[in-house]
């Protein structure tokens, strides 16, 4: 007989950032725990508020299989003496194991006799196994934990009561002082104790009682309610489903309303008008049908429609105070200069080991004018790059972002625009933050982009001078993901930079525009490259390439992330080729010999008056051709006419000894073998691709 669950852990209320990921925690362990415990069970359903994690489980089975078990002991030779009697050896295993050692059998295992026992081991029911949820439960970990009372327990909130029934029956357990029944609890002022008289009733039963325990149905509930004030008033309203999320997991019994303030607070800029209120009071913005934001919000009430008015009126006066702070702070902003905000940066610290974000400002504008002039940027972008990079934290030390930290780079771009700096700077000192995300939006201005990646490679260089590399799971300064940024953003617009050789370049420009910073930027140079290298790892997976082609391309000397995320498509795009097979190992049987030549640079001369067969000027003709073909060719048609080689290659193959006898005619093939292989490293080591 199939049967059904509830378990309900009720609490104090959470902070709604951790209402769910902690409920499907608790599904995830629970899960593990019937799969570990040989319980069958069909679905789990989650349930989640901010004062309740709750699953209901269909589908379980009676009780745990009966397993016949084979339990291997010790070898014969210990098991038993000279004289063939049990040792202590045997006859502890024995009793061990529920046996006597009548029912031992010896199976030979590699040549050695064992002692087995067979066990036959009864299913514990499934209420037994149930009754250790609690062991489940306590296990949890929580960003934060709290202790309440005299218990030694860490959990995110007080445990206040439990619910554990099996169909319409109790299944005792006790964590703490709290022991699990059937008495759940409705909404906090609305509703009362609920007594729940059978599992599948949980649902409907706290419905009853003003809790709605299904988050997606909660949800849905709460965009409805909006939706029908947005269509009330025939307004806009930009979705926020961070914000959406949060208020879902603040309310169990959401009522949504309408309020409004005063019409000049719409002269501060929009995204300090919508981060006051959404981060202080979790309040929908709402627009007209132009794009204009209103002088008006939504919010949800974790309650019903009684009383309504006086809570609408609450909001909008505890909103004013909010407002006015935000408008004094943009009002003071802009009572000083850009200078003496970007003079204040030197009592900024970028980080104890390092520098002043005054000193982290001078480091990236003399890499993002080296980088600028790499990337071929004109005498205007360069200019607008210049005074980027002389004033882009500027905003740090504005009030506005000392309280809305999530304002920075958007209130640079708003407070240059008002202190007079052109569009492209303005742009950059906002862009200079993204991505600000894996996956986040890249920046959209040449100047903005060059910037980015400048500052962040100031990062990357200057905590690896100081030995703060990431490892494990430990990236505290976002290291990875900035990296992650610079590999997009060079990829996205195609710019080629060498790692290894900018780096270099980076410390010499440093070192002459700021001699007195000291720090070594080209301090583990090496375990730099690698950490793009494996960045660029991190980009193909996403992009669900084949791990083959990923090691084929990052198993190379190429550090220009641009060319790698370019021949690793190429290669992506041939992988499916009729002939790629033939192709592949004709170009990786070139690169093997010249790698065992191992010719120096000054040795590698293709002569042809040492030719002997026809195929060697054939060989040499083509390799000519390609390379001179090379300059007007695209990656892909560079990697298609090194594939259309394979006829050429085969025959040469098949009329020459490549290690002739002759030193001279050996070096002049490894020569021209080598001349060909080096046209395959913009493509990795082809050798480790697997072709069929």
């Known amino acids: 007989m199939a049967h059904s669950y509830l378990l309900e852990v009720g609490l104090e209320e959470m902070p709604a950032h951790v209402v769910t990921p902690s409920i499907q925690q608790l599904k995830t362990r629970v899960a593990n725990y019937l ?22 489980i269909s589908g379980l089975a ?8 084979s339990v ?60 250790g949820l609690n062991d489940v439960i306590t296990a949890m970990n929580f960003p934060t934990l709290m202790r309440w009372g005299s218990f030694k327990l860490n959990f995110i909130r007080p445990i206040h009561w439990l619910v554990s029934l099996l169909d319409d029956q109790v299944v005792p357990f006790d964590i703490l002082n709290v022991t699990a029944g059937r008495l759940t609890r409705g909404h906090r002022f609305l509703g009362h104790d609920v007594e729940i008289k059978s599992a599948t009733d949980y649902v409907a039963a706290l419905k009853d009682d003003f809790v709605i325990v299904d988050a997606a149905e909660r949800k849905a509930t709460i965009k409805d309610q909006i939706q029908a004030i ?65 002088p008006a919000f939504i919010s949800v009430r974790n309650g019903n429609a009684v009383h309504l008015d006086n809570v609408i009126k609450g909001n909008e006066r505890v909103l004013v105070p909010r407002l006015e702070d935000a408008k004094f702070f943009f009002d003071e902003d802009q009572k000083m200069t850009i200078d003496q905000y970007v003079d204040r940066l030197k009592n900024v610290s970028f980080h104890d080991q390092i ?33 980027a990079a002389s004033i882009y934290k500027f905003d740090l030390t504005t009030q506005m972002v000392g309280e809305f930290a999530e304002l920075q780079g958007i209130m640079g771009e708003i407070y240059a625009k008002r202190f007079g700096e052109n569009e492209a700077v303005a742009a950059a000192v906002r862009e200079h933050y993204m991505p600000i995300s894996a996956d986040g939006a890249l920046p959209q201005t040449t100047v903005g982009a060059v910037l980015a990646i400048a500052d962040k490679l100031d990062s990357i260089y200057s905590f690896f001078a100081v030995d703060m590399i990431p490892s494990g799971s430990n990236d505290p ?76 391309v990052t198993d190379t000397h190429v550090t220009d992330p641009a060319a790698i995320v370019e021949a690793a498509h190429v290669l992506d795009a041939h992988k499916d080729d009729a002939d790629l097979k033939d192709q592949v190992e004709a170009l990786t049987r ?85 001349i060909l292989a080096d046209q395959t490293a913009a493509f990795g080591n082809l050798d480790q691709l697997i072709v069929k």
């Not at 009676?62 to 078990?69: A, G």
């Not at 504008?365 to 360069?382: F, H, R, T, V």
């Open 62 to 69: 009676d009780k745990q299989p009966d397993v016949d078990e």
């Open 477 to 552: 300064y976002a290291l990875r993901r900035q990296a992650y940024g610079i590999v997009r953003m060079l990829a996205d617009r195609k710019w080629h930079l060498n790692l290894l050789d900018f780096q270099a370049s980076a410390k010499q420009a440093v070192e002459q525009a700021t001699p007195a910073l000291g720090l070594d930027y080209a301090k583990n140079a090496d375990a730099v490259t690698d950490f793009f290298i494996d960045r660029l790892k991190q980009l193909f997976s996403l992009d669900h390439l084949r791990h083959d082609i990923i090691d084929a």
């Open 35 to 56: 799969t570990e415990e040989r319980i069958d069970f069909e679905d789990i359903q989650a349930y989640s508020t901010p004062r309740r994690l709750a699953l209901l």
């Open 72 to 131: 291997k002991g010790p070898a014969k030779k210990i098991a038993q003496d000279a004289d063939g009697n049990w040792t202590k050896a045997a006859i502890g295993f024995t009793r061990g194991q529920g046996a006597t050692v009548d029912d031992i059998e010896f199976k030979e295992v590699k040549g050695v006799e064992y002692v087995y026992v067979e066990k036959h081991i009864q299913g514990k029911p499934v209420d037994e196994v149930l009754a």
């Open 590 to 674: 070139v690169i093997r010999l010249a790698a065992k030549g191992n010719l120096s640079e000054d040795d590698v001369k293709v002569d042809p008056s040492l030719f002997e067969n026809p195929s060697e000027g054939q060989l040499d003709q083509a390799v000519q051709a390609l390379i001179d073909a090379k300059e007007g060719r695209s990656l892909d048609q560079q990697f298609s006419a090194l594939l259309e080689l394979e006829p050429v290659i085969s025959l040469y193959f098949e009329e020459n000894m490549i290690m002739d006898k002759d030193e001279a005619v050996k070096n002049n093939r490894l020569s021209l073998l080598t």
């Open 230 to 294: 947005v269509d009330q008033h025939n307004w806009v309203i930009d979705w926020d489903e961070e914000l959406l999320e949060e208020v879902n997991n603040l309310v169990e019994w959401p009522t949504a309303f309408a309020g409004t303030f005063d019409q000049k607070y719409l002269e501060l800029p929009e995204p300090v008008l919508i981060t006051s209120m959404k981060d202080n009071q979790r309040f929908f913005c709402v627009r007209d049908h132009d794009g204009k934001l209103q």
């Open 355 to 387: 520098s002043s974000m005054y000193d982290k400002m001078a480091r990236t504008k003399a890499l993002a004018n080296l980088l600028g002039q790499q990337l071929g940027l004109s005498d205007q972008e360069l200019a607008d790059l210049a005074r």
